[in-house]
Nanobody, 118 residues
Framework: QVQLVESGGDLVRPGASLRLSCTAS?????MAWYRQVPGKQRELIAQ???????YYAPDMIDRFTISRVNHKNAVYLSLTNLTPDDTGLYYC???????????????WGQGTQVTVSS
């Protein structure tokens, strides 16, 4: 069982940037970020393999950047130019193989809240 712990969520103003962090209890092939905004299903933002090969959901690529540091078992998500529509719970996730939506990842963190409001 892989344990995932996220951090970095915050209340920010529109146009701000944030960096979310997640640490896994052990190394694993794929680490990913999802989000769930009010009224919508949980959606994949991006995933990255241990070879540092990223994949982004098509509508997430412009303002979000996923990165990874293998020796720390850590994955990061940089969010820029945030808008109120980005408000939601951001989840770190992991899997032993590439995540193929609509299938979901196997392992999940508890989520970190991002609120964008003026």
């Amino acid at each position: 069982q892989v344990q995932l712990v996220e951090s970095g969520g915050d209340l920010v103003r529109p146009g701000a940037s944030l960096r979310l962090s997640c640490t896994a209890s052990q190394s694993i092939y794929v680490m990913a970020w999802y989000r769930q905004v009010p009224g919508k299903q949980r959606e994949l933002i991006a995933q990255i393999t241990s070879a540092l090969s990223p994949y982004y959901a098509p509508d997430m690529i412009d303002r979000f950047t996923i990165s990874r540091v293998n020796h720390k078992n850590a994955v990061y998500l940089s969010l820029t130019n945030l808008t109120p529509d980005d408000t939601g719970l951001y989840y770190c996730a992991a899997d032993a193989q590439r995540i193929r939506p609509p299938l979901m990842a196997t392992f999940w963190g508890q989520g970190t809240q991002v609120t964008v409001s003026s």
